[in-house]
């Protein structure tokens, strides 16, 4: 019987699977139309089998910029089936590619229920590349999975050598290694050579302690982001509401605001029942409360970025709850 952990690499596509045109092709690599299935990324990496017994499981070769809901669920049945299947299983490491990866990050961090670890791993440069960085990225994802004190962080993100915490991390810079951060309170370890070492524990609630279930779901309730800048008006209010939207997040100037077209159209939104959060463009820090806020019926969204305020409203919406100020006070 091996002593290495078991863990499990789902395979979703994106930059770490992509093959471009030559060892300098590292932007335009799409383009060569190549992206290898899991078993083709764990083949380029044989390092691997030195840290864990590797269970390949081939999902879909797209870009992240195609992954929504219907992989998110899909993903998150694929983890339950896998522990099922595999009770002595350490963990799962996720590749993915970066466009969308905090995303799916997030909603696995808030819908998982099950007892092991979720890293979600991608790269920078394509497989492909001169000194890619995701064949390293990978191996200390397995590592981060495999270590039992990565249990109950909710799902975990792993790229240059820092584990980040799901509800925290954004991506800061389009071409950089170091472009995923967390700009408000930094990384929770590092994927050393020599050991995983471990610094902090995030306090917001997460995967598995959460109140969402979504395995019963069609779909999520429709939610959208309006982007607020100088002049805005509320025509983008006014068409999501058209379209249907159940709640609206706003990237607003810092610390939350907006202008007031938009302020008056957000007011007519939530007067015609849909739920209207306020989060900033910033990329760090809280979205402020308001006496004007407060008395429009706006929520805010703490520190999340819009884009991860979109996903917890999305779920608050779909778990019937009616307190959603409680739900982005607490994850």
């Known amino acids: 019987m091996s002593s290495k952990p078991k863990v499990a690499v789902i395979g979703t596509g994106g930059t770490i699977s992509s093959v471009g045109r030559g060892p300098l092709d590292l932007i335009d690599y799409s383009a060569a139309g190549q992206v290898l299935d899991v078993n083709g990324v764990i083949a380029r990496v044989p390092e691997l089998a030195l840290v864990a017994d590797i269970i390949p499981v081939p999902f879909k070769a797209i870009p992240s910029t195609a992954i929504a809901w219907a992989e998110w669920k899909e993903l998150l049945l694929i983890c339950d089936r896998l522990v099922a299947e595999h009770p002595d299983l350490a963990g799962i490491a996720v590749t993915h590619g970066t466009a969308s990866l905090e995303e799916t990050a997030y909603f696995l961090s808030l819908t998982l229920k099950i007892p092991v670890p979720v890293v979600l791993v991608g790269a920078q440069r394509p497989a492909s590349a001169l000194a890619g960085d995701g064949p390293m990225n990978l191996v200390n994802a397995v590592r981060v999975a495999a270590d039992p004190r990565a249990r109950g962080l909710g799902a975990l993100v792993l790229l240059n050598d820092e584990i980040q915490a799901a509800r925290e991390v954004t991506k800061t810079s389009t071409l950089r290694m170091q472009t995923f951060r967390t700009p408000d309170f930094g990384v929770l370890g590092h994927a050393d050579a020599d050991e995983i070492c471990w610094y902090r524990r995030p306090l917001r609630r997460m995967a598995p302690d959460t109140e969402f279930d979504v395995r019963g779901l069609d779909a999520l309730p429709r939610v959208d982001i309006a982007y607020t800048y100088a002049g ?75 884009q991860k305020a979109r996903i917890l409203l999305s779920l608050s919406l779909a778990s019937g709850v009616t307190d959603h100020e409680r739900v982005f006070a607490m994850y």
Do not use: H, Q, W, Y
């Open 232 to 306: 805005a008006d509320g025509a983008a209010i006014d068409a999501f509401v058209a379209a249907g939207a159940k709640g609206i997040v706003t990237a607003g100037f810092a610390p939350g605001f907006v202008t007031p077209a938009m302020a008056t159209a957000m007011e007519a939104a939530v007067a015609k029942g849909v739920v209207v959060v306020l989060s900033t463009r910033a990329g760090s820090g809280r979205a402020g409360k308001t006496t004007r806020g407060r008395n429009s019926g706006f929520i805010t969204a703490d520190n999340l970025t819009p």
